[in-house]
């Protein structure tokens, strides 16, 4: 999340009790999570294990609970007991949460030639292209931004909050919710099914690309790219923060893993999942899934182990 106009530290430092460390006279640009902090933005870290990774990223601005730590050069720490709690208390302060009075909120922006059929409902600061068709039931969250000729089924929903959970079990809650403050982004000339579900971005975007189609009953995870001209058949789940490149097809139910990448063309075959990245241009089956010629070759010999078995034991 950008924040409207660049903010002090020193104003940051006192919004959420911290001590300011390093260049502690900078402004931050926005707050984004550790997967898609881009420079200039404040980022947060409370587990030691982690501690490196957050300082060495991209994030300019580091919420932290400890001193203990070097501050990279040109980069600035504000430490609190709780970066987690610092991390809501800003979120909440730049996207609060508003009600809604109205099934289309006045601050939407629909385009020339959008039909908008009965019971769609579009949040705040949403916008939505021209020539798009929204079937009754649809609901568009807060934010989210809708290419030209856009076509979304019934009963869909985009721009739910992301699945995404701050863990600690030395408290009572073990799970907080990290407040998604990102968007969806739906480029020209996609279609998406009836009854898909596609999550906003924790702090930054999920995007879908151009020409893409969507089957029924999808769900796409917060903070996932979707390049252009992809095809997902019905049932497909793609966890958060995952990468698939331009033209990839993904038939019935396959399931894919997070923060993984699937290459350029590649085909993944129905009920096949993949928990791990997948080069491009290569057709792919099975859990975990693989080279979909060398798979049916595997099944071929695990349906002879029967007769293989009964030659041993003949002698």
């Not at 409902?121 to 916008?127: A, D, E, K, L, S």
């Not at 009836?194 to 924790?202: K, P």
Request: charged share 20%; aromatic share 8%; net charge neutral.
């Amino acid at each position: 999340m950008k924040f409207p106009s660049p903010v002090s530290l020193q104003w940051i430092s006192e919004l959420i009790d911290a001590e300011l460390i390093g260049n502690t006279t900078a402004n931050a640009l926005g707050i984004n999570e550790i997967h898609k902090v881009e420079e200039g933005d404040l980022a947060f870290v409370d587990h030691p294990k982690y501690y490196d990774t957050c300082l060495n990223s991209n994030a300019t601005f580091i919420i932290i609970n400890t001193k203990n730590v070097v501050v990279p050069t040109g980069k600035a720490l504000l430490v609190t007991k709780q970066p987690f709690e610092a991390y809501l208390k800003i979120v909440e302060h730049f996207r609060p949460f508003i009600s809604y009075t109205k099934q289309i909120s006045d601050t939407a922006t629909i385009g020339k030639n959008t039909i908008i059929m009965p019971n769609v409902f579009i949040g705040h600061n949403v916008t939505i292209g021209n020539n798009c068709i929204i079937h009754p039931n649809v609901t568009i969250m807060d934010y989210c931004v809708l290419g030209d000729n856009v076509v979304i089924q019934a009963g869909t929903v985009i721009g739910s909050d992301a699945f995404y959970y701050n863990g600690k079990k030395d408290r009572e809650i073990w799970f907080k919710k990290m407040k998604s403050c990102g968007t969806v982004i739906i480029e020209d000339n996609v279609e998406i099914g009836a009854g898909c579900t596609i999550d906003r971005g924790v702090t930054h975007e999920t995007r879908i690309g151009k020409g893409t189609i969507i089957d029924n009953m999808v769900h796409i995870g917060h903070d996932t790219v979707v390049g252009k001209n992809c095809l997902f058949a019905a049932q497909v789940g793609i966890a958060g923060a995952t990468t698939i490149e331009d033209g990839v097809t993904l038939w019935g139910q396959v399931g894919v893993s997070k923060t993984l990448t699937i290459g350029a063309n590649a085909v993944v075959l129905a009920q096949s999942g993949v928990p791990s990245s997948l080069k491009g241009d290569k057709t792919y089956f099975g859990y975990p899934a693989e080279d979909a010629s060398v798979k049916r070759r595997e099944l071929v010999w695990v349906k002879r182990i029967p007769e293989l078995w009964k030659k041993v034991m003949e002698g």
